[in-house]
């Protein structure tokens, strides 16, 4: 895990307050109890979705957040979008099992200052939360020489593979194609028209190179097994 250097969060003595949007129970209650045990940081609240995250920071405004990317049928990086719209200084850490090389920038663009793997210590987390807070990026090992010169040129970070081209909507559809949800159902689940799911369907298939709906469910399907 790659940190910039930042200066402490509790330098002033105020707590820094931090939400926790993720759907599953251990993982959170394992965060909650680590925050705890911090003298600088404190939980401003755990929610599971995306409705009652931005309840959350309407009413009560927390200096941080810990978004998890996989919510379920959610999108987390429409979520980042979201709170970055309505609090632009909130410090966001995105946590999450994707792909870092497709991932992570993605995150960062949408307004994130940090991308943690599931698989990292409680510590570094708890970092890269106060990292952000700070002002500074956390991103792993493998990504950071990538994203970071790729941003210093102004050249596009995306990864090299075919899914890299979709765009974050288009690749939040297809990945609720690979898990075998209808056009209607996956309407319903992001929030858009049966039509509309139908051409970001056209464009996924147009951009991977796929020939029919069949192949486009096939190749979905396969990408969400691998990734999982």
């Known amino acids: 895990m790659v940190m910039t250097h930042c200066m402490p969060t509790e330098q002033d003595g105020k707590k820094r307050r931090v ?12 965060i909650v109890q680590a925050i705890a045990r911090e003298p600088d940081l404190e939980v401003a609240g755990v929610v599971t979705d995306i409705a009652a995250a931005m309840a959350l920071v309407k009413e009560d405004p927390p200096d941080a957040a ?13 979520l980042v979008h979201r709170l970055v719209a309505e609090r632009p200084g909130i410090a966001i850490v995105a946590f999450s099992m994707y792909d870092e090389l497709l991932y992570a920038e993605r995150a960062l663009k949408a307004g994130a200052r940090g991308y943690v793997m599931k698989d990292v210590s409680i510590t570094t987390l708890l970092e890269a939360v106060r990292r952000a807070i700070a002002g500074n ?16 040129s102004g050249r596009e970070a995306h990864g090299q593979s075919e899914v890299s081209k979709l765009s974050d909507r288009e690749l939040a559809i297809f990945r609720l194609i690979g898990g075998g949800l209808t056009t209607r159902e996956i309407a319903e689940r992001v929030g858009l028209s049966i039509k509309t799911v139908e051409s970001h369907r056209l ?8 020939e029919s709906a069949n192949k486009l469910v096939v190749h979905a399907a396969a990408w969400v097994l691998d990734e999982g």
């Open 19 to 30: 939400m926790i949007v993720d759907d599953h129970p251990v993982v959170c209650e394992g």
């Open 66 to 78: 810990i978004v998890d990317l996989g919510l379920g049928s959610e999108d987390g990086l429409e």
């Open 137 to 152: 990026v956390t991103v792993g090992e493998k990504v950071t020489t990538k994203i970071l010169s790729l941003f210093g």
């Open 203 to 210: 464009h996924i298939k147009k951009k991977l190179g796929l």
